[in-house]
């Protein structure tokens, strides 16, 4: 006969093969940092607006997490940096940062063609 630990370890296995349980981990993250900011926010109101370059350097993470397919993490770092639910424009960020796109480029992410755009400077 199976014990309660046999079932909450059989759930536990279960919901691990499938992704689910990160998905609740990262939710459940997601409901305490909203509630701890909702709490919180006459403390926030006084921080400074981040500038420009933090912005684009979250949407860089978020273009990445997203790319990954890692979204409950985006979902986090969306939520703890305050971002829009629509990412910045692609070609916004490109044009900021002066970047060329190529057709390979626009396949990946673009802190991924940061990365490799420095590989190739101090190769050569």
């Given at each position: ?35 701890l900011e ?33 979204k409950y ?39 991924f063609c ?11």
């Amino acid at each position: 006969m199976a014990t309660g630990k046999d079932l909450i370890d059989a759930v536990r296995t279960s919901l691990e093969s499938d992704g689910a349980l990160s998905q609740i981990k990262a939710e459940m993250r997601t409901k305490v940092m909203q509630l701890l900011e909702g709490s919180n926010k006459s403390s926030r109101s006084k921080h400074p607006k981040s500038p420009q370059e933090v912005l684009i350097l979250n949407e860089l993470i978020r273009e990445y997490l997203e790319w990954m397919g890692y979204k409950y993490a985006s979902n986090v770092l969306i939520t703890e940096c305050e971002l829009s639910k629509q990412p910045l424009d692609r070609n916004l960020i490109t044009k900021d940062l002066g970047i060329m796109e190529t057709e390979k480029s626009k396949e990946l992410p673009l802190l991924f063609c940061i990365i490799e755009t420095f590989k190739e400077i101090k190769s050569a």
